[in-house]
């Protein structure tokens, strides 16, 4: 199963806003499917099971400490948000909370730790949550979006006067919270803030809080606490980041710009002039996380593009000078949407800061200040989540299950591969793969020799392989430069090839041997065939079918033995991406499901390589993502979105349908049609495998 709103990692900042909006089309989209009464479940389509997999601590958004108490807290940018508790002494994972529906994306935060509780806000939803740090529980929410809002990125807090502020990107807004009896008591307006504001600070003694925007030009806007008033702004010619510094004592703040180069402005607050500007190295862009200890007289900032490994850099703030860097390992990747760093200036031994990743698990990485050294890594807890593909060994008695990444994306991905006993349909072993072998959003199976294939949704890709008998990852593969992204794969078990297409445009098949795991060849599809998100073969006639990630969808024939492209098929309108698909080469045809809304079966004639037919399915059955197969009955099951359905093939009907119960994409599926049952999983998080009845 391929993704389509795979984040590419070289994008810019100024990509923020699309996939903001992206997520506000993806949540006003989606259906209930409460809202439908489905087709009755026919006799032999059941589901009879289902399994709920472990949450990931994915894509730390924002974090705070409390060091008088030895923690530190980080909150993710997941749906629902999830806020994990660190002990510093040991440097251990302690709790996590996870909230409530629609309090998500926690991408702005604040802590008073006099009276124990930390305010986290969410994204689109505008809501903010009220958590008491003590049992790391939830006592409150207060939905505060400000007309025209998308949700909250930033906030600063006041605890001497009772008072926390946070900013909403859309609307440009600054909301003005009252902590005492947690009500919203005021709104402020900012110039030129609209679809933008997204970063602040605040001087508590001087009675002013700073916030700015990451649009180009950017703006930081002085806000007059004791009347909530703008007493000032300036206008910046670069995008800001999220994390700005400041310096009271000193009058000075500093501010990270987005982009590559980086700069750090050095900012006068009593006038807002720029008083120096340190330009970083050409690929050290997208400062968006950063610490201060104006005791020392040094800063660190951490730098997130993904061309290059992330980078946290000390500067010297007496004379504005770079000091040392440390450099990041390549899967512990600090993106533009990370703004988690701490820093506890109390501890023994000396100041440490703590910078959280954008990745899936988040990595809190530990640095003392005083020689730039990691003085240690965690890992925060794996998931078994989004679902993107599956393998099934009857003979063996195991389905297995590869872990995905988030449609909103992530910086880096480290892979689980869980698998279930079919007998009793219990889950008996994770296998977690290395940092950054991850997103394994296809599978292949070679159940003669015992081994399983996964390709993991890198750039370039990377092709796992897994030996059955003792649950074992046994070697990589690297894909060529270019050959990104193997989201889709076919395998030739009698002639011993594989065969992955890339989420590239145009998209790419790359063709594997077997039998000493090497790569000997790949081709390029004509343009306009982009991105394969579903993949089948006909062994015995020698050619392998691809379906584009295009409007309409493309179905593109290629010949195995000498691996070119002989035919390409352009689905009718209104037939798009088709991202499932099942083949019946004896009968002669194979079948597409799209993710239009509703869900498409489209049939497909192998000798003449037409469309000789459709089935639009229910309304509320929409998003095709997964497809199995029982050749000897007749029947193909597609997964829509919290339904499987039932289409008799002979005849191209639905003849029934099965609620998962929840509005689940279920992205992955694999059957075991002698013992007639099919598992299908969920992109989601945390993952579920549901087990149907076939007979």
């Known amino acids: 199963m391929t993704e389509i709103y795979q984040v590419n990692q070289t994008w810019g900042e100024t990509r923020r806003l699309a996939r903001l909006l992206l997520r506000i089309i993806i949540v006003v989209g989606v259906i209930s499917v409460s809202e439908f009464v489905a087709i009755p479940a026919v006799a032999g389509q059941t589901v009879v099971g289902s399994i709920t997999l472990p949450r990931g601590?994915?894509?730390?958004?924002?974090?705070?400490?409390?060091?008088?108490?030895?923690?530190?807290?980080?909150?993710?940018?997941?749906?629902?948000?999830?806020?994990?508790?660190?002990?510093?002494?040991?440097?251990?994972?302690?709790?996590?909370?996870?909230?409530?529906?629609?309090?998500?994306?926690?991408?702005?935060?604040?802590?008073?730790?006099?009276?124990?509780?930390?305010?986290?806000?969410?994204?689109?939803?505008?809501?903010?949550?009220?958590?008491?740090?003590?049992?790391?529980?939830?006592?409150?929410?207060?939905?505060?979006?400000?007309?025209?809002?998308?949700?909250?990125?930033?906030?600063?807090?006041?605890?001497?006067?009772?008072?926390?502020?946070?900013?909403?990107?859309?609307?440009?807004?600054?909301?003005?919270?009252?902590?005492?009896?947690?009500?919203?008591?005021?709104?402020?307006?900012?110039?030129?803030?609209?679809?933008?504001?997204?970063?602040?600070?605040?001087?508590?003694?001087?009675?002013?809080?700073?916030?700015?925007?990451?649009?180009?030009?950017?703006?930081?806007?002085?806000?007059?606490?004791?009347?909530?008033?703008?007493?000032?702004?300036?206008?910046?010619?670069?995008?800001?980041?999220?994390?700005?510094?400041?310096?009271?004592?000193?009058?000075?703040?500093?501010?990270?710009?987005?982009?590559?180069?980086?700069?750090?402005?050095?900012?006068?607050?009593?006038?807002?002039?720029?008083?120096?500007?340190?330009?970083?190295?050409?690929?050290?862009?997208?400062?968006?996380?950063?610490?201060?200890?104006?005791?020392?007289?040094?800063?660190?900032?951490?730098?997130?593009?993904?061309?290059?490994?992330?980078?946290?850099?000390?500067?010297?703030?007496?004379?504005?000078?770079?000091?040392?860097?440390?450099?990041?390992?390549?899967?512990?990747?600090?993106?533009?949407?990370?703004?988690?760093?701490?820093?506890?200036?109390?501890?023994?031994?000396?100041?440490?800061?703590?910078?959280?990743?954008?990745?899936?698990?988040?990595?809190?990485?530990?640095?003392?200040?005083?020689?730039?050294?990691?003085?240690?890594?965690?890992?925060?807890?794996?998931?078994?989540?989004?679902?993107?593909?599956?393998?099934?060994?009857?003979?063996?008695?195991?389905?297995?299950?590869?872990?995905?990444?988030?449609?909103?994306?992530?910086?880096?991905?480290?892979?689980?591969?869980?698998?279930?006993?079919?007998?009793?349909?219990?889950?008996?072993?994770?296998?977690?793969?290395?940092p950054g072998e991850g997103n394994l959003c296809s599978a292949v199976i070679d159940q003669a020799n015992g081994f399983a294939y996964f390709g993991a949704g890198t750039m370039p890709g990377k092709i796992l392989k897994i030996r059955l008998s003792d649950f074992t990852r046994v070697a990589e593969l690297t894909l060529n430069p270019g050959e990104n992204l193997p989201c889709v794969a076919a395998i030739d078990t009698t002639n011993g090839f594989a065969y992955f297409g890339t989420g590239t445009f145009p998209g790419m098949v790359v063709k594997v041997r077997l039998s000493d795991f090497t790569r000997i060849g790949a081709v390029s599809l004509a343009p306009g065939e982009d991105s394969p998100v579903s993949a089948v073969i006909d062994v015995g006639s020698g050619f392998v079918y691809f379906g584009t990630a295009d409007f309409p969808g493309v179905i593109v024939k290629v010949k195995t033995s000498d691996l070119t492209e002989v035919s390409s098929l352009t689905l009718n309108p209104g037939e798009d991406q088709p991202a499932s698909a099942v083949i019946d080469p004896s009968s002669g045809f194979a079948y597409f499901g799209t993710l239009d809304a509703p869900g498409v079966v489209v049939k497909i004639s192998l000798a003449t390589f037409s469309e000789v037919g459709s089935l639009t399915l229910n309304f509320f059955e929409p998003f095709l993502g997964s497809a199995v197969i029982n050749i000897s009955t007749g029947f193909a099951y597609f997964g829509a979105n919290g339904f499987i359905v039932k289409v008799q093939l002979s005849t191209l009907t639905e003849v029934g349908s099965a609620s998962t119960s929840n509005n689940d994409f279920l992205g992955s599926a694999a059957i075991d049609p002698m013992a007639g049952f099919a598992y299908f999983g969920t992109f989601q998080s945390p993952g579920q495998i549901f087990k149907v009845s076939l007979s």
């Open 57 to 434: 601590d994915d894509n730390s958004f924002s974090a705070l400490i409390d060091s008088a108490h030895g923690f530190a807290y980080f909150a993710a940018d997941t749906s629902p948000g999830i806020i994990v508790k660190v002990r510093l002494s040991d440097f251990t994972r302690v709790g996590a909370l996870v909230l409530q529906p629609r309090e998500e994306f926690l991408s702005a935060a604040v802590i008073d730790t006099v009276n124990g509780f930390a305010y986290f806000g969410s994204f689109f939803t505008g809501i903010i949550v009220k958590v008491r740090l003590s049992d790391l529980t939830e006592v409150a929410s207060l939905s505060a979006r400000p007309f025209r809002g998308l949700g909250f990125t930033t906030a600063v807090i006041d605890t001497a006067n009772g008072f926390a502020y946070f900013g909403d990107f859309g609307a440009g807004v600054v909301v003005k919270i009252r902590l005492s009896d947690f009500t919203k008591v005021d709104a402020l307006a900012l110039p030129n803030a609209r679809f933008g504001l997204f970063g602040s600070t605040i001087d508590t003694t001087n009675g002013f809080a700073y916030f700015s925007t990451s649009n180009s030009p950017a703006f930081i806007y002085k806000i007059r606490l004791s009347n909530f008033t703008l007493a000032s702004s300036l206008t910046i010619g670069q995008p800001l980041g999220p994390t700005p510094l400041i310096d009271p004592a000193n009058g000075l703040s500093y501010w990270g710009t987005l982009g590559a180069p980086a700069s750090i402005l050095r900012i006068r607050l009593s006038d807002l002039t720029i008083t120096g500007n340190l330009t970083l190295g050409p690929t050290e862009g997208d400062v968006n996380s950063a610490v201060i200890d104006t005791s020392e007289g040094s800063a660190l900032f951490a730098t997130g593009t993904a061309a290059s490994p992330s980078e946290i850099i000390k500067i010297n703030l007496s004379n504005f000078k770079r000091d040392s860097t440390l450099t990041l390992a390549p899967y512990e990747t600090l993106l533009f949407l990370s703004a988690g760093s701490v820093i506890d200036i109390e501890a023994s031994g000396g100041t440490f800061a703590y910078f959280s990743t954008y990745t899936s698990p988040s990595f809190v990485i530990k640095v003392k200040l005083s020689n730039m050294s990691r003085a240690g890594t965690l890992k925060l807890q794996q998931g078994e989540e989004y679902l993107s593909s599956a393998v099934l060994d009857p003979a063996g008695g195991f389905v297995y299950f590869g872990t995905g990444a988030s449609a909103f994306g992530t910086g880096n991905i480290t892979g689980a591969i869980t698998k279930i006993r079919l007998s009793d349909f219990t889950k008996v072993g994770t296998l977690l793969l290395n």
